[in-house]
């Protein structure tokens, strides 16, 4: 199990380097596999506040003013609906959900490519966004699809765009703490017995820094994306 949790804590940080917007979710799956569902999700939520940290340094202050604040009021809304969805749940309920979820993250994932909003629509998508993220990111950390869909078609600029959606997830993990408590997901003795391999998120950040120029990033997504689907299977049929 630690060996689970120092190899998702390394696909952690390698996320976080801007490799690849599917790993957070395929840690989601591969935690779940190895760990009951409420434990995953409890589990990676602090992984991910942690991770977070190097993320925000990296791009601190590189963010939308003007967009950030209308995506995280609707993500509020999703965030409240998701604490009532797992705090009301099974636990053979919640590795169901976990299991649909993606999936779903998955179809969203490829369809979202190169999709337009047009400016007469952009608050209605701002709004939907944001409540999507707020929602699927409580459920199994995966609110990823509907922000990058909403800030691809902004037009922003390469480093705002990261710098946004990295803001965005790290204010997202910490509203949600309060209801991950409520929800009664944190397991303080597995949290506390894995600290150490926390230490391989820096790790991966670094290593995704090196590597992010020099990998075929279509082909890694794609085998990422095969990864997330079949783990979702086993989730749904286990």
Do not use: C
Request: hydrophobic share 60%; charged share 10%; aromatic share 10%.
């Amino acid at each position: 199990m630690i060996a689970i949790v120092a190899l998702a804590a390394l696909l952690l940080g390698f996320g976080k380097a801007g490799v690849a917007g599917t790993l957070g979710p395929l840690v989601t799956v591969l935690l779940a596999l190895a760990l009951p569902a409420d434990d995953a999700i409890g589990l990676q939520l602090p992984m991910l506040i942690f991770a977070d940290s190097f993320a925000v340094a990296a791009y601190w202050r590189k963010w939308d003013r003007q967009m950030l604040p209308a995506l995280l009021g609707s993500a509020v809304l999703g965030i409240i609906v998701g604490t009532i969805v797992v705090s009301s749940v099974s636990e053979a309920g919640l590795r169901r959900l976990i299991g649909i979820a993606m999936l779903t993250f998955a179809a969203f994932y490829v369809w979202s490519r190169g999709f337009v909003i047009s400016e007469a629509r952009r608050g209605r998508w701002a709004f939907l966004a944001g409540s999507t993220a707020g929602l699927s990111s409580t459920i199994s950390h995966a609110g990823g699809p509907p922000i990058l869909m909403y800030l691809m078609s902004s037009g922003l600029e390469p480093r705002r765009f990261v710098g946004t959606t990295v803001a965005f997830f790290a204010i997202v993990n910490l509203i949600k703490v309060p209801g991950y408590f409520y929800a009664d997901l944190f397991n303080a003795d597995l949290i506390v017995s894995t600290l150490w391999a926390w230490l391989m998120i820096p790790v991966g950040v670094a290593l995704g820094r090196a590597l992010v120029r020099r990998i075929n990033r279509a082909w890694f997504e794609r085998v990422m994306l095969v990864l997330l689907v079949a783990g979702s299977l086993l989730l749904l049929l286990g």
